[in-house]
């Protein structure tokens, strides 16, 4: 058989409208591919739930690539170390308590994962804005991040979604957007993002646990995000808060979606 590259070409933007398609009405809608929101699509998706993640990197993963400072290993505690046993990630014992692993091997696994779970992920899309009735947060507007990038006039496509979650990491980019363009209080002490804190790793993780919340209808944080958005330090290259955070994002949306 000769290959024809039209066929190639058809071949690509048919599955590809069509995937995309199917993500303009989704129960949940992730924004952000770092360790926090790929487990919780995982999750979600194993729960039969109709979940999309945009991230607007050529690469999925976040800032777990790069482990500490490109050293591209990364340590968990117990409890981290819990959630990469059952993906079946190989991890090392440091010291009593401490677990390390290699963050190209935990990334790529849980993104595998996810996607064989029925997650949608589509790389290069940033989400530039959401769209808001009755005080809720009802789906994102999207973009492709090159045309972000360019400063090129371009306007956006919107997905419609039941829950959103903000795993944009340090940046809290979906709840910034919210706070700076609609008049919903966020469910934070102050009613307003509170900004991440200096490094403290053992405070650090178990906030972003606690952190991870609905922040105000409809819109959920988890991992760096929670921290950012409810004053918590930053962590360091210790993964297990995030990856916990990301289980809890989803078993939070899960409780409430039973109870709807
Ligand atoms: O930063 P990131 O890995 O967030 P996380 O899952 O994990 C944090 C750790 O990597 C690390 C740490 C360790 O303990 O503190 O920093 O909370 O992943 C966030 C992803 O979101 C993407 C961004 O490119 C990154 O890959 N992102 C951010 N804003 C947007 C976005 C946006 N507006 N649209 C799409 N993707």
New binding site residues.
């Given amino acids: 058989m000769e290959l024809n590259e039209i066929t190639i070409t058809k071949g690509i933007i048919d599955r590809f409208s069509k995937k995309l398609m199917e993500c303009t009405k989704v129960d949940v809608a992730i ?7 790929l487990v919780a699509a995982y999750f979600l998706a194993s729960a039969r739930k109709r979940v999309v993640l ?4 050529l690469s999925i993963g ?3 690539w790069g482990g500490g400072m490109m050293f591209n290993e990364i340590v968990v505690q117990e409890e981290g170390k819990s959630i990469l046993d059952g993906f079946g990630i190989n991890t090392v014992e440091y010291e009593p308590g401490y677990y390390t692993a290699d963050s190209v091997e935990s990334i790529s696994t849980i993104c595998s994962f996810a996607v064989k779970a029925g997650a949608r992920i589509f790389n290069l ?4 804005d959401v769209m808001i009735r009755d005080g809720h947060v009802v789906g994102l507007v999207i973009n492709w991040t090159a045309v972000e990038m360019a400063g090129l006039h371009v306007d956006p496509l919107a997905i419609s979604s039941k829950y959103i979650i903000d ?5 809290t ?1 979906v709840v910034k957007v919210i706070e700076r363009k609609a008049d919903v209080s966020l469910n934070t002490p102050t009613g307003k993002l509170m900004g991440e804190r200096s490094l403290w790793a053992e405070k650090g993780e178990r906030l972003t646990i606690e952190n991870t919340k609905e922040i105000c209808p409809g819109v959920f944080v988890a ?3 929670a921290n950012a958005a409810f004053g918590g330090p ?6 297990g ?2 990856l916990l955070s990301g289980k809890r994002a989803a078993e939070l949306i899960i409780e409430k979606d039973a109870s709807h």
């Fill in positions: 924004v952000g591919g770092g360790p926090a929101g945009f991230e607007r990197k976040g800032g777990m899309m940033s989400v530039e795993a944009t990491g340090h940046d980019e991992g760096m995000s930053r962590m360091g290259p210790i993964f808060g995030m």
